[in-house]
């Protein structure tokens, strides 16, 4: 199994709402990681888990709220969007935070209305 | 400031030639380099990667080449198919003492590879 699985794929949401983007790998990897690309735009790095401590977070507005409840799995909690936040939001896992070849899922289509 | 740069935003190659994507980086705290292809509302996928200890691997059709010196680094695709065609991205990432781990990337270069 070297999938990384993302649900759910679309998300149409209100700025008033609240959602969680989630994230699953069973490959065995203990580093995963949050990126949001915008349209022709590269992958940019939001947050690092390594051993489901939460290593880097690249000044992410607190809307965004990572969580790891455990070594297989990885949230994106959603609250009070902008629009400006309409993106794909890709997760990704590697087998450690250095060096490594990260995985990444097929992201989620988020739209922010 | 882009710490890695793919100047060229498109490379259009004949089926069966050779394909050759190129990737600078500025950052001399980097020691792995990745390059990854991405097709339309997919995420990116895993294709090669080179460490700094290293100038060449080889997978396949695709060779990845680095140049530490002129902080350079280029994908070869021999001989380029039309499944091919797609966006290639440059990574790059620091390890101990740098940006711990974490990938940097380029703008992208889009593929297509004619029949």
């Known amino acids: 199994d070297t999938e990384v699985t993302q649900t759910p794929k679309h998300l149409v949401m209100g700025m008033t709402n609240k959602k969680s983007l989630k994230c699953e790998q069973h490959?065995?990897?203990?580093?995963m990681y949050w990126y949001k690309q915008k349209a022709k735009k590269p992958p940019e790095l939001m947050f690092v888990?390594?051993?489901?401590?939460?290593?880097i977070n690249e000044s992410v507005p607190s809307r965004f709220s990572p969580e790891c409840p455990n070594s297989s799995l990885l949230n994106l909690h959603l609250h009070a969007l902008q629009p400006e936040d309409s993106a794909l939001y890709l997760c990704?896992?590697?087998?450690?935070?250095?060096?490594?070849?990260?995985?990444f899922g097929q992201g989620t289509r988020l739209t922010v209305v | 400031d882009q710490q890695v740069k793919q100047n060229s935003p498109s490379l259009s190659v004949q089926e069966g030639r050779i394909s050759i994507l190129n990737c600078d980086y500025t950052n001399s705290m980097f020691d792995y380099f990745l390059w990854y292809k991405k097709y339309p509302a997919e995420g990116p996928t895993f294709l090669i990667s080179?460490?700094?200890?290293?100038d060449k691997n080889e997978d396949g059709r695709f060779t990845v080449f680095l140049n530490k010196s002129a902080k350079h680094l280029s994908l070869h695709i021999v001989p380029s198919q039309p499944g091919d065609s797609a966006v290639y991205f440059c990574a790059a990432s620091a390890g101990y003492g740098g940006s711990q781990g974490n990938l940097i990337f380029g703008k992208g270069t889009k593929l297509s590879v004619k029949p």
């Open positions: 490959m065995g990897h203990r580093a």
């Open positions: 990704a896992s590697s087998q450690g935070q250095f060096k490594t070849e990260a995985f």
């Open positions: 080179i460490s700094s200890i290293k």
């Open positions: 888990y390594s051993y489901e401590k939460l290593s």
